[in-house]
């Protein structure tokens, strides 16, 4: 984890918070075994509450989450539960065993429960983020949307307390440079209001 030295703004009416670390990078992290390969037999699936962004983080939030991954509480271990909990099935790390290889198969991880995105500026409260890295990547959910290339995000091995094979869900101001892609919860998007009738004046 690389941390920032400079303090980033975070929330909707741009107030920093002093005690979420600010991160430019996170890599090393993001391990985990498709469902090709034998989970290690470390907790099982932990059915969370995906109702909205608030409930899960509420569900979640300092806790180790261990998916039944191998490789423990990773950044995907979190994923993968709310996956099952919200969508019914896994996700997929398309074969590499990496977060950042989560948007190599996208159709596959999104179905018919998210919507994929590729650009920062869809980013929303609720969406997964996937970052790319020189090694695993990393995968946490956004709390909001981009704010000064940097987003509030909910996720597990990323600095939180120890746990085994990686760290409790935490929050962090995260930078967004190394972006690759996201998926949005259907049941998240907020639809765009409707535009207000033009008045009618007669000549």
């Known amino acids: 984890i690389n941390y920032s030295n400079e303090p980033v703004i975070t929330g909707d009416e741009g107030e920093y918070i002093e005690e979420i670390p600010t991160v430019d990078e996170i890599d090393g992290g993001g391990k985990f075994q498709d469902e090709e390969a034998t989970y290690y037999d470390m907790g099982a699936i932990e059915w969370v509450d ?13 806790k180790c989450l261990y998916a039944s991954n191998y490789y423990g509480a990773q950044c995907v271990s979190l994923a993968r539960d709310f996956w099952w909990s919200y969508a019914g099935f896994d996700v997929s790390t398309c074969g590499t065993g990496l977060a950042k290889g989560m948007m190599n ?30 090694r695993t990547g990393h995968i946490c959910m956004a ?22 094979g990686g ?20 049941d998240y998007i907020i639809p765009e209001p409707e535009p207000e009738p033009t008045p009618f004046t007669p000549d």
């Open 143 to 164: 709390l909001g949307a981009v704010n000064n290339g940097y987003v509030t995000c909910l996720g597990e091995n990323q600095g939180g307390v120890p746990c085994e």
């Open 105 to 134: 198969c996208a159709e596959d991880n999104a179905k018919d429960r998210f919507k994929i995105i590729w650009n920062t500026s869809e980013i929303q409260n609720g969406t997964w983020i996937v970052l790319d890295g020189s």
């Open 167 to 186: 760290a409790a869900t935490n929050i962090i101001n995260l930078s967004v440079k190394n972006f690759i892609g996201g998926y949005t919860p259907l």
């Open 50 to 62: 995906t109702s909205s962004p608030e409930a899960f983080k509420n569900s979640t939030l300092g």
